[in-house]
């Protein structure tokens, strides 16, 4: 198990490296005069001699291999360029609303998975009947939805003709009680600090808030967890090991909840790691849609207005999350599954 996970982590590096030679040949497709935005704010101001002066002092002229090398020093120091969109350094602006989009992502996984894999054992204990038909129309419809068309009917009903849960992240009042100095910022997170700081009426505005964002999310993204799981299920429950249970006397319970749904998790894990990376690295259309203001509208601001270094910055940002998620998820495959130890 030791020498599967270390041949994991040694593979990290060489990943990495492929990502940032992906991103580093996006940034090419752009102008010198674009790519300048990355180094300097208010560029505006400058004029055309000064912009040539710019791209010489920053080598944008150079070789690729020459710019390759000094880029990649540059974002090991933490310099992914200048974010005009939000008036700030790119990794500035990653840090202070990637803590938003957490916050939402991890209210949207637990019942994506949760309700995924159970409604996912049901359907396949079920099969052929009622209610096998039923979770299966429910789970196609979720997830031939579009979010945006979702999004916007549950902010309709729930917001403009109920007015129960308000798009944004806190009212008014709170806004003004999270900013102000009797109220402690510890994580970024409005529900966590708000329960650390022990106010009550934050917390409660800030889960109202998110009610809508989640179900939103929940609601596409468990139905293909549930398709996944009820597929993975049914091959599992016609293996032999499940018939030789059964000749032993095993009662259905204990075969589903020891043997075929350990064994059914495992397409179910790698998805709900990418879910979760997907989540985490902004979930651009619904955090538009209920003016949320986490990573997915920063960066949707900044692809309206062209600012490439918010873009690229937000890309690689991704390509990490994508790639220590897939290491995690194979880290988890030795702990479930135990031939994996072997292979």
Known sequence: ????????????????????????????????????????????????????QLIEQYGLNDPLPVQYLRWVGQVLRGNLGWSQIANMPVTTAIAQRFPA????????????????????????????????????????????????????????????????????????????IVHSDSFTRFTGMNTLDALINGNLRVLLDALRHLVLPVITLAYVSWALIMRVMR?????????DYVTTARS?????????????RRNALMPV????????????????????????????QWVAAGALQLDTPTVLGFALFSGILIVVANLVVDIVYVFIDPRVRLS
């Open 101 to 176: 989009t957490a916050e939402l992502a991890l209210f949207a996984f637990i019942p994506v998975i949760s309700l995924g894999i159970w409604l996912g054992v049901i359907a396949a204990t079920h099969c052929g009947r009622p209610l096998d038909h039923l979770t299966r129309v429910i789970a196609i419809s979720g997830w031939s939805f579009p979010s945006f068309v979702f999004g916007i009917l549950v902010l309709m009903l729930f917001y403009g003709a109920l007015d129960w849960f308000p798009p944004g992240q806190l009212s008014f009042w709170a806004e003004n």
């Open 248 to 260: 032993k006397g095993l009662t259905e319970r204990t075969i589903i909840k020891k043997h075929a």
């Open 1 to 52: 198990m030791l020498a599967f996970i270390v041949r994991r982590l040694l593979l990290l590096p060489v990943v990495l490296i492929g990502v940032s030679i992906l991103i580093f040949s996006m940034l090419q497709f752009v102008h010198p005069y674009q790519r300048i935005f990355a180094y300097v704010p208010n560029i505006e101001k400058i004029s055309a001699e000064g912009l040539d």
């Open 231 to 239: 597929s993975s299920m049914l091959e599992v429950l016609r293996q």
């Open 269 to 296: 894990i790698t998805l709900g790691g990418m879910t979760i990376t997907g989540l985490l690295s902004g979930v651009v259309i619904t955090e538009t849609i209920f003016n949320y203001k986490g990573l997915g």
